[in-house]
């Protein structure tokens, strides 16, 4: 069975330091990957989704970046946090192209506050 | 761009209550339409879920009905129990998803 795992799941940084955000997917190969944001009370922005290796696609501009370094591993970074990056931060897969029913599958997310 | 518009934010039901969630969308090409249910510090998670073939979906309580010449779709939760009260978040999409801004469903013992 496939799983996803996200970490860490709380973190309290200090404006204009740097972040990283890991998400991994276990059981599955050439997954699409994706990022998204939920402020307090929001809804879920997509930040980055991902295709394959190095293939990252950004749906909004901002102080964030993605990279994909392997087949199912997604990294979230920032290399100075602003205020404005506080918020719950989800890593989601779906199938390959082709396979995919269409259907996300969220991890638990990380709850990022800055102060 | 928001392209998938939710209504209401919050939505207070009594036990035993309909609770109905209503979204609209735009893009003409979209061909899947999921819901998701979410708690509290946890993420969504799909509930039901409709392709445009067809105009309503029933699993249990929950029910998707899909009007594609209005390009709108809604979430009934029949008999609501305290045990829904979560945030509910309707999506669009072709691959992935565009989320409305989501619903807070409380239902009231």
């Known amino acids: 069975s496939q799983t996803i795992h996200q970490w860490p799941a709380t973190l309290v940084q200090p404006v204009g330091s740097p972040l990283s955000l890991e998400c991994t997917v276990e059981g599955t190969s050439n997954p699409n990957l994706y990022w998204y944001r939920q402020a307090a009370g929001r809804g879920l922005q997509l930040l980055f989704y991902?295709?394959?290796?190095?293939?990252i696609s950004s749906e909004v501009p901002q102080n964030l970046s993605a990279s994909r370094p392997q087949d199912r591993q997604f990294i979230l970074s920032s290399k100075k946090l602003l205020l404005s990056d506080s918020g719950f931060y989800l890593c989601?897969?779906?199938?390959?192209?082709?396979?995919?029913?269409?259907?996300?599958?969220f991890g638990e997310g990380s709850r990022l506050t800055v102060l | 761009q928001q392209q998938v518009k939710q209504s209401p934010q919050s939505l207070i039901v009594q036990k035993g209550g309909i609770s109905i969630i209503n979204c609209a969308y735009e893009?003409?090409?979209?061909?899947?339409f999921p819901w998701y249910q979410q708690f509290p510090g946890k993420g969504p998670a799909l509930l039901i879920a409709?392709?445009?073939?067809?105009s309503e979906k029933k699993e249990g309580r929950f029910t998707i009905s899909f009007n594609k010449s209005a390009k709108q779709f809604s979430l009934h939760i029949m008999d609501s129990q305290p045990g829904d009260s979560a945030t509910y978040f309707c999506a669009a999409s072709t691959e992935g998803g565009r989320f409305g801004a989501g619903t807070r469903l409380t239902v009231k013992p």
């Open positions: 991902s295709v394959g290796i190095g293939q």
């Open positions: 409709i392709r445009p073939d067809v």
């Open positions: 893009n003409t090409a979209f061909d899947y």
């Open positions: 989601a897969w779906s199938p390959e192209p082709g396979l995919n029913t269409g259907e996300l599958f």
